[in-house]
């Protein structure tokens, strides 16, 4: 099977698991099977809840859920999980998804409004701004175009608390963009030097003035998926079943190894 985990140190750890599961089901119903393996044998997933480095090391494919990104950056150094967890998304380049607090932590950078450093995970050649439509209070629902999803489908409806958005893009692939060399950072930091980071999702601001009208709001880069807002707060599978497929066409094309025992 296909193990996917949430990283379950703090935040919406439950709400992940169950729409992975209805996903899973979806997929299952829509294809027959969940999905076919190279070798023609039945793929299935397997849904856990990650705490040590342990858990990590047998965990296909990553959920980093929202909460906070400073408490969960001090749990996950104070259980050892920070530099597996950066050779899981960089190294292993196993797929990975951070909602919210979990996008907070697969940057590379983070400029806080208010808080000073935190350690990140990174994988993601960007820099987000936390917190940037303020307070918890300031939570909105916004309808958003996701192109991903395919078209013609319905907007999706992104729930955004105290959310990050990306603020800028350090891409080192992007051709005429000299300013960041493309040079593997001496610790590893960089996921990759080849792949672009793609905006995936933007979030359009109704009659904003005097700032940029449009913000990022979900990105991927190679292996690394990226949302501010909070699928997992609805009941809409769409971004659970797509990032499930994800995963699964990794196995498919040979990017994802996973456990012999199908
Ligand atoms: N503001 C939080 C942070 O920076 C994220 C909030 C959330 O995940 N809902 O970590």
Known sequence: PVTV?????????GEHIALLKKAATHIASSHGTTTSSPKGGIIEFNFVEVRTAEQLARTDALIIPGGESTTMAIVARRLGLLDP???FVKVDH????GTCAGLVMLAEEAS???QGGQELVGGLDVRVLRNRYGTQIQSFVAELDLPFLGDGEKPFRGVFIRAPVVEEIMSRSAAGESDHVAE????GNSNNTTEPVQVLGVFRKPGATGEPDEDVVAVR???VFGTSFHPELTDDIRIHTWWLGQ?????????LVVSKTE
């Open 5 to 13: 985990g949430v990283l379950a140190l703090q935040g919406g750890v």
């Open 112 to 114: 806080a409004t208010k």
């Open 94 to 97: 196993k797929p990975v998804w």
């Open 85 to 87: 967890l950066r050779h």
């Open 247 to 255: 995963v699964l066409a990794a196995v498919r094309h040979g990017d």
């Open 221 to 223: 880069q190679r292996n």
């Open 184 to 187: 593997p950072a001496a610790n």
